[in-house]
């Protein structure tokens, strides 16, 4: 089965500019992750959608960080404006289904450079 | 909350040693475990868990856990070290009841060296 697929896999930006990230899942996972992991920690979940429903966001920074989930499908993150501490690689994930026990598969992220 | 604690930043290993990695757990109820591993520029790999069952967990690349509810751990070995075992190591626990969502700690960078 295809991967879950997240672009770009780079961007820098300057600090006050605003960013997008894309994530397409693998088909019929209905549960989406979107976490944050800044260097040297673990990475942190921002945001959780079962199907195109937000089930969990209590740790995203709601004044800057928006997300959407449109038909269950491919998800977007959105950054504005961005801050210099927001430097860090923005992981998707999919799983089957929120109690899923597999497990959670990964897209390779995309590295965000606030400068 | 559930979580989970990685006491070493780093670990070094020669190649063909046993190495661990160790993660300790702090949960109400039963753990769900996990160990994921992260190659640069990768995104994080499944490598296996722990739900139930036999407290030795066998996983991909030739990987095992023990799960220790003594001592509530759950250290990543493998009985003989490669270079390409070199990444950055996650343990990580299923946290919620209704909606639940994997909650990792902070990593261990193992070193493999020739």
């Known amino acids: 089965e295809a991967g879950v697929a997240q672009s770009p896999r780079y961007k820098i930006i300057e600090k006050r500019q605003s960013v997008a990230f894309w994530c397409n899942p693998i088909s019929g996972h209905a549960t989406l992750y979107w976490y944050q992991q800044i260097l040297g920690q673990g990475p942190k979940l921002l945001i959780q959608f079962q199907n195109n429903g937000v089930v969990d966001d209590s740790q995203l920074p709601k004044d800057r960080f928006s997300a959407e989930r449109l038909k269950g499908v491919d998800s977007t993150l959105k950054i504005q404006p961005a801050k210099l501490e927001d430097s860090a690689v923005y992981l998707c994930?999919?799983?089957?289904?929120?109690?899923?026990?597999?497990?959670?598969?990964f897209g390779s992220g995309t590295r965000l450079t606030v400068v | 909350a559930q979580s989970v604690a990685q006491p070493e930043d780093q670990v070094n290993v020669a190649e063909g040693n046993p190495l661990t990695v160790k993660c300790t757990y702090s949960?109400?109820?039963?753990?769900?475990l996990f160990w994921y591993v992260q190659y640069p520029n990768r995104g994080l790999q499944f490598l296996l868990k722990y739900i139930t069952g036999d407290n030795l967990v066998k996983g991909s690349y030739g990987f095992e856990a023990e799960f220790n509810k003594s001592q509530t751990s759950f250290h990543l070995k493998k009985p003989s070290a490669l270079v390409s075992d070199s990444a950055l190591y996650f343990c990580a626990v299923r946290e919620g009841t209704g909606f639940q969502k994997l909650v990792f700690g902070t990593g261990t960078r193992l070193l493999v060296s020739p």
């Open positions: 994930a999919s799983s089957l289904d929120t109690g899923s026990l597999y497990g959670y598969t």
């Open positions: 949960v109400s109820g039963n753990p769900y």
